[in-house]
């Protein structure tokens, strides 16, 4: 039936091999052979016959198609999401809106995502999870150092304006929100107890969470204004505020 030595040699290169790993994606294709293949014959044909198959779709780029198809069809279903989430709450979006502007049928959309709320979860997790595997290159741990740990996450923000204006609007998710707080704390205050050995704990958490709420809501007025100040000149106002108060950046303004 199928020859062994052609099978491999002649229609896949070594490094096909490597696909195996992805044959779960590959559904189409055993659905071909539950179809077509007569199940009398040997089970080493039928393996022989699967192998081969798959590795020639592989090969001519058909198996690769169908990934990018998956990859397009949710970047297309988040933008528009994200164009809806600019005029309206999440709550008063549906799955019909989101398909209507995607031109996509909602089959479709129930193969990616449950619901509107599963797709908005899955951009957050998406932005939280870049946001903290950049940040993490970092270690600024020093005091003299928050302000630049403070513009580092500011020139993130400015890189992905455009999603973070919109989901920390008020038509965005509040425990989004919430979770940047976290994740702005971890970054920029987990230093402060060591610093201030005279402050209670429970005190210094209380003025850690001040700053980094009053700071998100600064972000928020910045991304708002279209960004009207560099992310390094940002950072600095919001640094000065944290450690030296609001009368120290009022008399640098008198006196300048």
């Known amino acids: 039936m199928f020859n062994n030595s052609s099978c491999y040699a002649n229609d896949c290169s070594p490094s096909l091999v490597f696909y195996t790993i992805s044959l779960y994606h590959y559904i189409d294709t055993v659905l071909f ?41 949710r970047m297309v279903l988040k933008d528009s999401l994200m164009t809806l989430l600019k005029e309206k709450q999440i709550s008063a979006i549906t799955v019909k809106e989101i398909c209507a502007l995607a031109d996509i049928n909602r089959s479709t959309y129930y193969s990616h995502y449950s619901d509107q709320y599963d797709l908005l979860a899955k951009i957050e997790e998406e932005l939280i999870d870049d946001m903290y595997d950049t940040l993490i290159q970092y270690n600024f741990t ?69 700053v980094v709420s009053g700071s998100i809501y600064v972000i928020k007025s910045w991304l708002d204004n279209g960004m009207d100040k560099s992310p390094k000149e940002m950072a600095k106002i919001i640094n000065d505020f944290s450690n030296k108060g609001l009368s120290s950046i009022l008399n640098d303004e008198s006196s300048s």
């Open 33 to 73: 052979i539950q179809q077509t293949v007569f199940f009398h014959t040997s089970n080493l044909q039928h393996i022989e016959y699967l192998c081969w198959i798959f590795f020639k779709k592989v090969k001519d780029g058909s198996f690769m198609t169908l990934d990018r198809r998956k990859k397009f069809t």
């Open 142 to 210: 020093k005091e003299e150092e928050s302000l630049q740990m403070t513009e580092k996450i500011l020139e993130y923000i400015a890189a992905k304006n455009e999603v973070c204006k919109t989901l920390l609007s008020e038509h965005g998710d509040t425990n989004f929100q919430k979770r940047i707080m976290h994740i702005t704390q971890q970054f920029t205050t987990k230093n402060w107890g060591s610093m201030n050995n005279n402050i209670d704990q429970k005190l210094s958490e209380y003025i850690s969470m001040f």
